[in-house]
């Protein structure tokens, strides 16, 4: 998705969210930013929970991620300019959870 889509699916999300628990899965530092509460997931484990500014100081494998979600947009606007490759994503990139109890136990 570029990064005006982003922007109008994170505003709508921003909008239907109000009053409600939402869950998300994204890897996207704008949605991230915009949640209350971020849990990463590792491997099916929740290995961190917090908000985005604080478990990008906190946490490697979030950095990681979100680094790499930020690394790849630059590559598709390159691409779209005529210049590089955007890697393909790779299904085990996207880490499962076992279940939302975990998430509350953990929290």
Same mark, same amino acid.
Not at 3 to 8: C, D, K, L, Q, V
Not at 18 to 34: C, I, K, M
């Given at each position: %998705?570029?990064?005006?889509? /982003? #922007?109008? %699916? +994170?505003? =709508? !999300?921003?909008?239907?969210?109000? =009053?409600? &628990?939402?869950? +998300?899965? #994204? ?10 509460? %971020? ?6 484990? @929740?290995?961190? @929970?917090?908000?985005? *500014? ?8 979030? *950095? #990681?991620? @979100? ?5 790849? /947009?630059?590559?598709? &606007?390159? &691409? #779209?300019? =005529?210049? =590089?490759? @955007? ?6 990139? %996207?880490? +499962?959870?076992?279940? !939302? /109890?975990? !998430?509350?136990? *953990? +929290?």
């Amino acid at each position: %998705v570029d990064s005006h889509t /982003e #922007a109008r %699916v +994170a505003a =709508g !999300i921003a909008k239907l969210r109000q =009053g409600r &628990t939402t869950v +998300a899965f #994204a890897s996207s530092p704008l949605l991230l930013d915009a949640a209350d509460r %971020v849990v990463l997931v590792h491997e099916g484990t @929740v290995v961190a @929970v917090g908000n985005h *500014r604080d478990l990008l100081r906190t946490e490697p494998r979030y *950095r #990681a991620v @979100v680094t790499r979600e930020t690394d790849d /947009e630059a590559a598709a &606007t390159d &691409t #779209a300019n =005529g210049v =590089g490759d @955007v890697p393909a994503p790779k299904s085990d990139d %996207v880490p +499962a959870m076992k279940s !939302i /109890e975990e !998430i509350e136990e *953990r +929290a």
